[in-house]
């Protein structure tokens, strides 16, 4: 068995009963078993045989294994969040995306390593121990969803979901060799999901190639009543157009302030160089485009994202479930003794400065007008639009850095998001795939992104790149 199969590849061995849904479990919590003590990428996987319970023989993703994030919920399963507060939380109900799954068939199989309340860049800031990168164990694998994405890279699970809010998918996928899409705000339900910031968050899929992205997409994708911010629509398709081909007439626009930045390590910026001269040979007009307040799209998802952080995580005090300090005074000390033990240092920072933003003679200067520049940077992004039918910039700007190296610099890991953020704070879908490796045998990702509910142009664009490269084929050394 190909431990790096894809899905398409999997679901034919499966259809001709080559492997049963069973086996191909078994074989995956093998390499779980052998391989995620040295990664840390999985805090758990479900052993008992009702798992196999929703299986069927017709869905998309019939008898495929899946793990899936630590803040998704799974029925009568812990949901931690990567944190000590909710260390004890067993979910009542499935997130409506773990029901899509088991819809189609798949076997969710365990829960994987994160960022506490997917607060980072780098998965350091877990509870249960930081998650390392199997390109080279030195080095992170990205954050928030870094257990699902060095998973994946290992070939201990052909899929896996994660969630993102800045850039918690696309960049574990651009360090891990990986393809991640982050789509259009309302496109995937996110009932279930622990939040981090209502107006960002989204369920994304990490998968090999960009078929399987498609595939995972279609089963997830759709209106779902209990989440009041899920878009109206019909399911699509999303691997239907996925013939290799450019659409004619097709004009990409490169993000002008993404390629002159200062902070654009040289090699990514010559494998990016590369996947545009790919691009062009493939039919694309190249255009670049001047987005201007790009520049401020950081500190817009910073002070957005952690004022609403603070409102969402204001509920873990210990009163109805989760962890609750003991050898306390009285209530309030139980609140404040609970909420102290139980957050880390990350969730804590981004706790206190939400609160400040959000306090009398501060809301007006730092939230209000951060929802302003949103507003600036989302009619700059419509604009550009008008003249280019996708937009792309490589995914980060850096690469895999090693454990560590910013313990002391969150700001330096925060501007690092630079890329990934803005698409987020306005809700338009970005698609991040392989575009190559650094001399040091380390993944680099390159990003299309476009307006919103454009996901199967974004599918159908990144296909034919793929496949006029072998980048997406290229796995971790040792994990044969």
Not at 87 to 110: C, F, H, P, Q, W
Not at 145 to 171: C, D, H, K, M, Y
Not at 227 to 242: A, E, F, G, V
Not at 362 to 369: L, S, V
């Amino acid at each position: 068995m190909n431990p790096f199969a894809s899905i398409k590849e999997l679901k034919i061995k499966l259809e001709k009963k080559e492997v049963s849904a069973k086996e191909l479990t078994s074989f995956y919590a093998a390499r779980i078993k052998k391989y995620n003590p040295g990664l840390n990428a999985v805090l758990e996987t479900f052993e008992d045989e009702s798992i196999f319970n929703d299986v069927s023989g017709s869905g998309h993703l019939a008898g495929i294994p899946v793990l899936a994030k630590d803040l998704i919920c799974q029925k009568n399963r812990i949901t931690s969040a990567g944190s000590k507060i909710l260390s004890n939380y067993k979910a009542t109900y499935n997130a409506t995306v773990i029901e899509r799954l088991k819809d189609a068939g798949a076997v969710v199989m365990g829960r994987t390593n994160m960022d506490e309340f997917a607060m980072g860049a780098s998965g350091e800031e877990s509870a249960y121990g930081h998650t390392k990168n199997p390109w080279d164990i030195t080095r992170v694998p990205g954050g928030s969803s870094s257990g699902s994405a060095a998973a994946v890279a290992a070939g201990l699970i052909p899929f896996a979901l994660g969630t993102e809010t800045g850039g918690s998918v696309r960049q574990p996928a651009a360090f891990c060799n990986l393809v991640g899409l982050y789509p259009t705000y309302g496109l995937h339900s996110r009932f279930g999901v622990i939040a981090f910031a209502s107006s960002n968050d989204q369920v994304c899929p990490i998968t090999r190639n960009v078929y399987d992205n498609a595939l995972v997409s279609t089963v997830l994708s759709g209106h779902d009543p209990k989440d009041s911010t899920s878009i109206q629509m019909n399911p699509k398709d999303y691997t239907k157009n996925l013939d290799g081909k450019l659409p004619e007439n097709f004009t990409l626009g490169i993000i002008k302030d993404a390629v002159e930045s200062d902070g654009l390590d040289p090699q990514i910026r010559k494998a990016f160089d590369d996947a545009i001269k790919e691009l062009k040979k493939l039919g694309a007009k190249i255009k670049y485009i001047d987005i201007p307040h790009l520049k401020y799209s950081n500190a817009v998802y910073f002070i957005i994202t952690r004022a609403e952080a603070a409102s969402n995580l204001a509920r873990y005090d210990g009163t109805l479930y989760g962890k609750r300090a003991e050898n306390v005074k009285d209530l309030v000390d139980m609140y404040i003794t609970t909420r102290q033990e139980g957050f880390g240092t990350e969730v804590k920072r981004r706790i206190l400065t939400g609160n400040y933003v959000l306090s009398a003679g501060h809301r007006d200067a730092y939230y209000d007008k951060a929802c302003r520049v949103r507003d600036m940077i989302r009619a700059e992004f419509e604009e550009s639009f008008k003249s280019v039918n996708l937009l792309v910039s490589p995914t980060i700007p850096t690469l895999p850095f090693k454990i560590g190296e910013f313990a002391d610099d969150p700001i330096t890991m925060y501007l690092a998001d630079l890329y990934t953020v803005a698409n987020c704070i306005i809700g338009t879908p970005a698609l991040s795939v392989p575009c190559g490796l650094s001399k040091e045998g380390l993944p680099m990702g390159i990003q299309f992104l476009g307006p919103r509910l454009s996901e199967e142009l974004l599918y159908k664009v990144a296909y034919a790149y793929e496949q006029s490269t072998n980048h997406h084929l290229k796995h971790p050394k040792n994990y044969d």
